[in-house]
Nanobody
């Protein structure tokens, strides 16, 4: 089992950047493909981005493509989400998640076995 702890959220104005971090512990981090999801009030949890075990393969939701970048540092057991040009519609709780495979995940949250507690991102206009 792996434990995930997100950090880096906050209240920001539209147009600025934030970097979210997700620290993993418990098992060999390289064994897990990782993903970021978000959930806004009264909405379903939605896929944001995913990365395979090495960081060589990534994918993104269309709504964040070109603005967000996912990366990982396996030496630090951490996955990151760099969020640029933030918009009010990016406001949500952001969750880090891990798959029980090294392969790049898709958009279905059911593919992910482990979840962090979430970090709030609020973007004001």
């Amino acid at each position: 089992q792996v434990q995930l702890v997100e950090s880096g959220g906050g209240l920001v104005q539209a147009g600025v950047s934030l970097r979210l971090s997700c620290a993993a512990s418990g098992r060999t981090f390289e064994n897990y493909a990782m993903g970021w999801f978000r959930q806004a009030p009264d909405k379903e949890r939605e896929f944001v981005s995913a990365i395979n075990w090495s960081g060589a393969m990534t994918n993104y939701a269309d709504s964040v493509k070109g603005r967000f970048t996912i990366s990982r540092d396996n030496a630090k057991n951490t996955v990151y989400l760099q969020m640029n040009s933030l918009k009010p519609e990016d406001t949500a709780v952001y969750y880090c998640a891990a798959r029980n495979t090294v392969l790049l995940g898709r958009r279905d949250p059911n593919e992910y076995a482990y979840w962090g507690q979430g970090t709030q991102v609020t973007v004001s206009s």
